[in-house]
């Protein structure tokens, strides 16, 4: 019923940028704590940024100074926006929400992912 679908990933230069978006649709009554997290081959995955929904935003400091996470309550959608893009940053990144649904209930969903490859 629910579903987060992420958007926007691709393969990029070093130094290069992307704005990944994901949209939340469904049975949704209201979306409380957005985040993003990421995972590269053979590693744990990691917490990226979160953005509540008043707004304030929180990164890991990997990111810090070049990701911006960002959310249009409107279209039930939140967005990261990624500058100055390193090979490090390649990874299948995938947005999280904490929400409640119509019927009540408050449950944490996840997207199936969308790659991000920055590499020469």
């Known amino acids: 019923q629910v579903r987060l679908v992420e958007s926007g990933g691709g393969l990029v230069q070093p130094g290069g940028s992307l704005r990944l978006s994901c949209a939340a649709s469904g049975s949704i009554f209201s979306i409380n704590t957005m985040r993003w997290y990421r995972q590269a081959p053979g590693k744990e995955r990691e917490w990226v940024a979160r953005?509540?929904?008043?707004?304030?935003?929180n990164y890991a400091d990997s990111v810090k100074g070049r990701f911006t996470i960002s959310r249009d309550n409107a279209k039930n959608t939140m967005y990261l926006q990624m500058n100055s893009l390193k090979p490090e940053d390649t990874a299948v990144y995938r947005c999280?929400?904490?929400?409640?649904?119509?019927?009540?209930?408050?449950?944490?969903?996840w997207g199936q992912g969308t790659q991000v490859t920055v590499s020469s």
């Open positions: 953005i509540t929904s008043g707004h304030l935003t």
């Open positions: 999280n929400a904490d929400l409640n649904t119509s019927d009540g209930s408050l449950l944490s969903y």
